[in-house]
């Protein structure tokens, strides 16, 4: 069996790329394909924390480097898989372990979960540093439509592509009832609460909602603040145009406390102004939500067009206010899509459907 040490970040903390590599790490039927090692290269232990320093970092971060160091001494690896840090200074860090790496290993597997390697480009330094890593490695990415954001750095001879697994979140209930124009549907948000999630956004779509229509909608908001300026703002936009009544916020929310809102909501809209490939997309399938997002990053290729949601324009309160009057409005529309999430999500976005086609994916890559 060939031999793979997996260098990646895992919980705490818990976000989108610390769930994925969870599922690598427990993953049985990796362990039947591969002989596998593994080493978390996170320093972090919150969201906050992340691309901050401090001596504790860097104490830490020497730990690690000797725990992957004693690794490449004493044990030959066919191949060594890396899920690298955002761009920036994180990246920096995990670009260390990969040089490193590349000393003792000549397949070195780069995993991508984020974008902005193109942006970060300009930058020469970055590039200069950039560069050194992506060369002579293959990569692994979530979807075609961000090859653009590394073209410049690999070329796509190498480059695979490979979209995320959830965890299936659902708990039986007829999706169809309580979506009867006369009765309230309930929206659900969930996700941190940052502004280029896009809250605010929704904020003023139900304002829009409110004001020229009779619809009753209720909008649950689940996650974390991490901004108190945002924070604010968003509190004064609710208070101001008498929101409070039609909103709930909550925080706090994890683990299996998470399928409650999933299965008691009736729409999940995330009208992001930033993203890769989020997770919570794919969570919300799992349930069989109707869902409405934006174009950015890789969604498009996880969301298709009145097919299995709605794709609106980032920033856009009117365009987002339309589309939930649509599925509102809209019975045969709204239970079709709930159906081919669900089906989509069990056919391609199961955590037991990404392991297959990950082990397939390095076992082209390794032989």
């Given at each position: ?87 920036g200074i994180g990246f920096f860090k995990d670009s260390i372990f990969v040089i490193l790496s590349k000393i003792f290993c000549a397949n070195i597997i780069l995993h991508l979960h984020v974008q902005g390697y193109k942006k970060a480009c300009k ?14 490695t293959k990569v692994i990415h979530l979807s075609p439509l961000l090859y653009e954001d590394i073209s410049g750095l690999v070329d796509d001879r190498y480059v695979y592509f490979l979209g995320n697994g959830a965890e299936n979140l659902f708990e ?95 729409v999940f809209v995330l009208p992001t102004k930033y993203e890769a490939y989020p997770l919570v997309l794919l969570e919300a399938m799992s349930c069989g939500l109707p869902i409405i997002s934006t174009f950015e990053g890789a969604i498009p290729s ?66």
């Open positions: 069996m060939k031999k793979i040490l997996f260098l990646f970040h895992l919980p705490p903390p818990m976000h989108g790329v610390s769930k994925i590599n969870t599922f690598i790490k427990d993953s049985k039927v990796l362990g039947q394909k591969f002989l596998i090692d593994h080493v978390s290269i996170s320093t972090s232990r919150s969201v906050e924390d992340i691309g901050t320093s401090g001596v504790r970092k860097i104490l830490f971060f020497l730990k690690i480097f000797c725990d992957v160091f004693f690794k490449l001494i004493t044990k030959r690896y066919d191949a060594i898989y890396i899920t690298p840090s955002l761009p930058n020469k330094l970055y590039k200069v540093i950039y560069s050194l890593v992506f060369k002579n039986w209930r007829d999706r169809a009832r309580g979506l009867k124009c006369n009765t309230s549907i309930t929206v659900l948000f969930f996700s941190n609460l940052l502004e280029f999630k896009g809250p605010l956004v929704l904020l003023k779509a139900l304002s829009y909602i409110k004001s020229n229509t009779k619809h009753n909608i209720f909008i649950q908001f689940v996650g974390e603040w991490h901004d108190p300026d945002f924070k604010n703002v968003f509190f004064d936009y609710l208070l101001e145009h008498e929101l409070s009544d039609v909103v709930s916020v909550r925080t706090g929310i994890r683990g299996d406390s998470r399928k409650e809102f999933f299965n008691t909501a009736d996880i969301i298709k067009q009145n097919e299995n949601g709605i794709l609106v324009n980032k920033d856009d309160h009117k365009a987002l206010a339309h589309a939930l009057l649509k599925l509102i409005e809209n019975e045969s529309l709204r239970i079709a899509i709930s159906n081919n999430n669900r089906v989509k999500y069990l056919e391609n976005y199961s955590v037991e459907s990404f392991e297959i086609r990950l082990t397939s994916l390095l076992e082209e890559i390794v032989s």
